[in-house]
């Protein structure tokens, strides 16, 4: 089924397979299909590789914040 083709097309390009030549075998459609999941695959190990480092608190929420805790403190008195 066409299902099932596609989530061969994916195990394929998600894992690397030794025969250089199976994209070259495939319909245009699933060689597509196969090269931008290989391609998504190489960034995401790149993404990855790169590391996230530390997020940042935007200032939209850190003003927020700062709003929340002043209206807790005001109801404190």
């Known amino acids: 089924t066409f299902r099932s083709r596609i989530r ?3 195990d394929w390009a998600q894992n690397s397979t030794p025969d250089p030549t199976l994209a070259n075998q495939m319909p245009m459609l699933e060689r597509n299909l196969f090269l931008t999941g290989r391609r998504a695959r190489q960034l995401l190990i790149a993404w ?13 929420v850190t003003n ?3 709003k929340r ?3 807790e403190f ?3 008195d």
């Open 48 to 60: 990855l590789k790169q590391g996230g480092g530390n997020i940042e608190t935007s200032e939209i």
């Open 69 to 71: 805790k002043r209206a």
């Open 8 to 10: 061969l097309i994916m």
């Open 64 to 66: 927020i914040l700062r």
């Open 74 to 76: 005001e109801a404190q």
